[in-house]
């Protein structure tokens, strides 16, 4: 297999990796994400990043094989999404960019797309793609925790359904813009994480009144913002598990993310009763990655 780039594009950040048989053999970070280029700055973004591990020019193109929102309607080149219940990537469905540079073959992988309820992935149907060819013939439920979670049913290697909670906004947007952050502080407190989330599972109709509560008591008994902070990410979990209970319920549940954020949710589902098992977000991009590039070659 010849060398290739794969290539993790969000709206804050570009990643990306030199593969070789055996795995990566080089890393890029950028802060360039999809949110802060036009469409004709991809292309010199990726160079900045990878053009040390482009091929010469009298060798051929080097296949970059990229996911997320580098497909977005904003981004590089719109990739349309696929409709599910379908596996959760395709080598068929990659989108080719033309670019300037001969020595790029840059192809986009779609994301996934519900009709109803409507619902729209990009870059999290790599990561399951991933997941599952680290774990072949798993049925059951993926949760990918992060700004905008997802919790996702497979069965016999598709997609059949998911659905997004937008917990990680939502925190930031409260703990960070509401009048909540003058209650807010760095630290955390696990006490104060289980005691929201069993105040949101047992009662998620009085969400609302439970998140001024920590402003008042705040204001009326000292609440430490450390306590606060960690309460208040309990209560939006704990909002996020109570809505997607029909995924969880008598389910086998691995998570994929980042390994604090993701604790927090296997501790929350411990609660729960479920054990869940933690996988590396990077992991699994890239051997959803490798796996498209594979599939490109049979």
């Known amino acids: 297999?010849?060398?290739?780039?794969?290539?993790?594009?969000?709206?804050?950040?570009?990643?990306?990796?030199?593969?070789?048989?055996?795995?990566?053999?080089?890393?890029?970070?950028?802060?360039?994400?999809?949110?802060?280029?036009?469409?004709?700055?991809?292309?010199?973004?990726?160079?900045?990043?990878?053009?040390?591990?482009?091929?010469?020019?009298?060798a051929g193109e080097?296949?970059?094989?990229?996911?997320?929102?580098?497909?977005?309607?904003?981004?590089?080149?719109?990739?349309?999404?696929?409709?599910?219940?379908?596996?959760?990537?395709?080598?068929?469905?990659?989108?080719?960019?033309a670019t300037q540079d001969p020595r790029l073959d840059v192809r986009i992988a779609p994301g996934l797309s519900q009709s109803k309820p409507a619902d729209?992935?990009?870059?999290?149907?790599?990561?399951?793609?991933?997941?599952?060819?680290?774990?072949?013939?798993?049925?059951?439920?993926?949760?990918?925790?992060?700004?905008?979670?997802?919790?996702?049913?497979i069965s016999a290697g598709e997609v059949v359904s998911f659905q997004t909670y937008m917990t990680g906004e939502l925190f930031a947007l409260l703990s960070g813009q509401s009048v909540l952050r003058h209650s807010m502080a760095d630290g955390w407190d696990d006490t104060a994480f289980d005691?929201?989330?069993?105040?949101?599972?047992s009662r998620p109709d009085r969400i609302a009144a439970r998140l001024f509560s920590l402003r008042a008591e705040g204001l009326l008994h000292a609440l430490p913002g450390a306590h606060a902070r960690?309460?208040?990410?309990?209560?939006?979990?704990?909002?996020?598990?109570?809505?997607?209970?029909?995924y969880w319920l008598g389910q086998p549940v691995?998570?994929?993310?980042?390994?604090?954020l993701?604790?927090?949710?296997?501790?929350?589902?411990?609660?729960?009763?479920?054990t869940a098992e933690i996988l590396d977000a990077t992991a699994c991009t890239l051997a959803g990655l490798a796996g498209l590039r594979l599939n490109l070659e049979t």
């Open 1 to 58: 297999m010849k060398p290739w780039i794969a290539v993790d594009w969000g709206t804050s950040n570009l990643r990306a990796w030199a593969m070789g048989p055996d795995g990566p053999t080089a890393h890029g970070e950028s802060p360039k994400g999809m949110g802060k280029l036009a469409p004709h700055e991809f292309e010199a973004a990726l160079l900045e990043l990878a053009e040390p591990w482009l091929a010469p020019k009298d």
């Open 262 to 274: 993701s604790a927090s949710y296997a501790r929350a589902l411990a609660t729960q009763g479920l």
């Open 120 to 153: 729209v992935m990009r870059g999290e149907e790599t990561q399951l793609a991933g997941a599952l060819a680290l774990y072949p013939g798993f049925d059951g439920v993926f949760c990918l925790p992060g700004t905008h979670s997802k919790w996702a049913h």
């Open 254 to 260: 691995k998570l994929i993310g980042a390994s604090t």
């Open 230 to 246: 960690a309460r208040l990410s309990g209560l939006l979990i704990g909002i996020e598990l109570a809505g997607a209970k029909p």
């Open 195 to 201: 005691e929201g989330l069993s105040e949101a599972l």
């Open 62 to 97: 080097t296949l970059v094989l990229a996911c997320g929102m580098v497909g977005a309607r904003q981004g590089w080149r719109e990739a349309t999404y696929r409709a599910v219940p379908c596996t959760p990537t395709d080598a068929h469905g990659l989108i080719r960019v």
